[in-house]
């Protein structure tokens, strides 16, 4: 009963004065103490503070994501909170990527470069060529000197090697094979009067055919000397006469790493002997010979 008393006296405005109203005899009269009186004065007198709102976001909490052990690509850092900022630069991402090459350069280089790879190439051109390991024709002049010192010229293969062979004269070596034939051979020698008056027409030979040589003005006849002992390959000869002087040209052929002296090797041979795919070769060469 008490508590209710009390809770109605809380919503009673005390800066009014209470009217003095006469008690019912019989009853007790009840008054708040001060210090109550004071203590609700004091909470009526304070300034209500206003509320404040709460913001509540409304855009989805971002999942963390882990830290990569090493960059995504190289020089890019990742920031230290995670996220990734908005606005930031391909730059300070790390996707600064070189420029295209195709239209990064520069054609003075490249024109550099390709002369020079052209001079190279050219230089080793060169080299096979004068090795005749690429030749540029199948033949070319060759300066030719005799063990007498009478110099000839004449066209012979771009290919070839030279030695030397019995009395000190200069064998010519061809390194082009026909027909599956050991290669052509040439060597020029002097000769006197009565060798060459045996093969000025071929005489007791075969003749194999007749050649114009317009350089020495004469017709050259080139025979075939009989195989023998001497002679175990095919060999053709032809006499040239000029200023008063005769030489003996000889075609045979290169049997060089070849043993004849076993019969095997002698046997295997046999198919390798003759000068007959080298005719065509064999008429040229004869025609072009000159004198020095």
């Known amino acids: ?59 989805p909490a971002q999942p963390s994501q882990p830290t990569p052990s090493q960059p ?8 230290s909170n995670g996220q990734m900022q908005v606005g930031m630069s391909a730059s300070q991402m790390g996707y600064n990527e070189p420029k295209n090459k195709l239209l990064d350069f520069n054609p003075t280089k490249l024109i550099t470069k390709a002369v020079v790879g052209f001079v190279a190439l050219g230089g080793i051109l060169a080299v096979l060529v004068a090795t005749n390991i690429i030749p540029l024709s199948q033949f070319k002049t060759i300066e030719y000197v005799n063990s007498k010192g009478i110099h000839y010229r004449l066209n012979f293969y771009t290919k070839h090697s030279t030695k030397t062979i019995s009395a000190g004269n200069t064998q010519l070596v061809s390194k082009v094979s026909k027909g599956g034939k050991f290669p052509l051979t040439l060597s020029i020698a002097n000769g006197d009067e009565s060798w060459y008056s045996r093969v000025k027409n071929c005489g007791s030979y075969t003749k194999v055919f007749d050649v114009q040589n317009d350089n020495l003005d004469q017709k050259i006849s080139v025979c075939n000397l009989p195989l023998g002992q001497n002679t175990p390959a095919g060999v053709y000869v032809a006499g040239i006469l000029y200023n008063n002087q005769t030489s003996i040209v000889t075609f045979s052929q290169d049997l060089s790493g070849t043993d004849l002296s076993s019969p095997s090797g002698a046997q295997q041979s046999l198919a390798k002997f003759g000068l007959d795919p080298y005719q065509d070769d064999i008429r040229k060469i004869t025609a072009s010979i000159k004198v020095r």
């Open 72 to 79: 995504i690509h190289p020089g890019f850092r990742a920031p």
């Open 1 to 59: 009963m008490q508590d209710d008393e009390n809770t109605k006296l809380t919503d009673i405005n005390l800066t009014t004065p209470i009217p003095l109203t006469a008690v019912p005899s019989g009853q007790k009269e009840i008054h708040p103490s001060p210090a109550f009186v004071e203590e609700l004065q004091a909470q009526q007198q304070q300034t209500p503070q206003p509320l404040q709102p709460t913001v509540v976001s409304l855009e």
